[in-house]
């Protein structure tokens, strides 16, 4: 131990706060809380470590410390920190957005959506659900069964959706708020569980249709029932009491830490998720540290219950819901489940043969390689476009070899050559680091271009002129039009050798490639539709609002008739757009 670190732990104070450790780069490597800092601190240089935590301790040059008033404070300030830096040793779970609600509107026409957040109070609320796809689902499944309005602007004639039953038109019928209350009424029930009348109500008209010898529309209604009936397989681990709470258990193995909880809500069962990631320390320090960070994107439940009695202790001094531990009973039963959700999360890892290579261990070997700091935040770039037009750029971040989506970043070229491709990497460079540099934010430690040499001087060039200072590097090819190495602004290249560090810079570009890519279909789509809505007489905004909901992209809306159209629009107009889309 240093003479800095005996000085600087000789002074720690037995407070509750933050501290954030630092390399000799001064890079912060890791940030942590503590109820007592001289407890907690001293416990990495006084104790023997192993594994991460000795490679941790064994690259800190100093620490400091920040006092706070109490626990909950520390886990705020934490959590502030660790998004700020990023430090390599704190583990993170993968950046996403916010768990997902399905949003039923309290006035007016009865309309269904999702939502990320619980805020606005003219909704009300069911969820969260642990992944979009299965609220996503309920929703379509709810459009089908209930005749709910769909449009987003009000269309000036009825559209499919009322000639399909699954639409009361509000845009040509005045609704009362009695038919509107029901239908409410019947949705809440629905997304609680309660389903059965509607099943009876479905059979009942599949045998009517069938009778009438209606195969086709009797088919449809045996599908609502099979969908209905999935939902309920899927939920049916139901907890009576109809309490909000969630549900954790916890493994580990060889080195990782698989953690699985349940979600239900009203008693109901919305889903199960599990994450499994590196152990580093304590293993139930670290189950605290993922649940406080799953809490970031959902709102707390009235229960949270966990197989760990000092997990539930930690807890209660940071959550403000009421947490505990079981040991018989119902709620075991779920815990059970759970846990038996966190092995087997565990055994599908180390099955699948995915397990991550170390990410930061191959960061730091790319550092080594290209002679520059450690590069644990890197942004690649990369443009788009078809003969010049619809041109885009793009950029993707990526801290500590993950993804980091949130600081992704799409531009739109402003300028006229649109076909250079060097003028536009030009512009979203000065573009980007300008506004970093504005608002005295953190650069990236590297910078990756796709295009080899010329795309590098013109990134350079850019840096240059407002006078910041990034390594630029980029991704050449060999005469198989294949990547094979980095190349910096003076031409000298650095052939990569290790092929996980390949595939990871591999991967890093497919990512730039298909953010921008993608940016650019949507923008080209866009533009391609909008010309041809301006050819066409008659298309004004709310029958351009209402195609757009029907055919999303120039693709989905050639492949559609003339009679298809003419569901929507006026013959005569659907007869001219089908011209102009196929002339």
Known sequence: MTEKLKVLISNLKHSPGVYLMHDKD???????????????????????????VFKMVQNVDYFETI???????????????????????????????????????????????????????????????????????????????????????????????????????????????????????EIKNFLKGNNSDKIRELKSKMLQASEEMNYELAKEYKELIDSIEHVN???????????????????????????????????????????????????????????????????????????????????SSYIDANVFSVTKGKIYDLVTIAK?????????????????????????????LLHIKTPYHIELFDNSHLQGSSPVGAMVAYINGEPAKNLYRK??????????????????????????????????????VDGGLPQVKSATEALHDIDVNIPVFGLYKDDHHSTSGLIDVEGNT????????????????????????????????????VSIFDEVKGMGAKRRELISRFYPDISSLKEATVEELSQILPKDVALDLYNKLHN
């Open 26 to 52: 001064d890079t912060v490597i890791y940030v942590g809380k503590a109820k007592d800092l001289q407890k907690r601190v001293s416990q990495y240089f006084l104790r023997p470590q192993a594994g991460k």
């Open 67 to 185: 006092i706070v008033q109490n626990e909950k404070e520390a886990l705020i300030l934490e959590r502030n920190l660790i998004h700020q830096y990023y430090p390599k040793y704190n583990i993170l779970l993968k950046d996403g957005s916010h768990y997902p609600y399905i949003a039923l509107k309290k006035k007016g026409d009865v309309t269904l959506s999702i939502k990320r957040n619980n805020k606005d109070k003219n909704y009300e609320y069911f969820g969260p659900f642990p992944n979009s796809r299965a609220a996503y689902k309920m929703v379509d499944l709810i459009n089908k069964i209930y005749p709910i309005r769909k449009c987003k602007n009000i269309p000036s004639s009825v559209c499919l959706y009322y000639h399909l039953g699954q639409c009361l038109a509000p845009c040509v019928n005045k609704i009362d708020d009695e038919t509107y209350d029901k239908l409410r009424d």
């Open 233 to 315: 397989t899927s939920m049916s681990v139901e907890s009576k009491d109809k309490t909000d709470r969630d549900i954790f258990a916890f493994s580990s193995r060889n080195g990782y830490l698989s953690l699985a909880f349940l979600i239900y809500r009203n008693g109901m069962l919305l889903g199960k998720e599990s994450h499994v990631v590196e152990q580093f320390g304590e293993e139930e320090d670290q189950v605290v540290e993922l649940i406080t960070q799953l809490y970031e994107r959902c709102p707390l439940p009235q229960e949270i219950i966990v197989n760990s009695d000092y997990v539930v202790n930690e807890l």
């Open 340 to 368: 038996s959700n966190a092995d087997n999360a565990l055994d599908e890892y180390f099955l699948s043969s995915k397990l991550d290579t170390d990410k930061i261990a191959l960061i730091e070997e790319l550092g080594d």
């Open 411 to 448: 531009f739109k070229i402003e300028h006229e050559e649109s076909r250079d491709d060097f003028k536009s990497m030009n512009e979203v460079i000065t573009r980007h680091y300008s506004r970093l540099k504005n608002e005295n934010k953190k650069y990236p430690d590297l910078i990756l």
């Open 494 to 529: 650095y052939p990569i050798e290790n092929k996980k560090l390949f595939f990871l810079l591999t991967r890093m570009q497919d990512e730039v490639h298909r953010f921008a890519i993608s940016f650019h279909k949507e923008k080209r789509n866009k533009a391609m539709t």
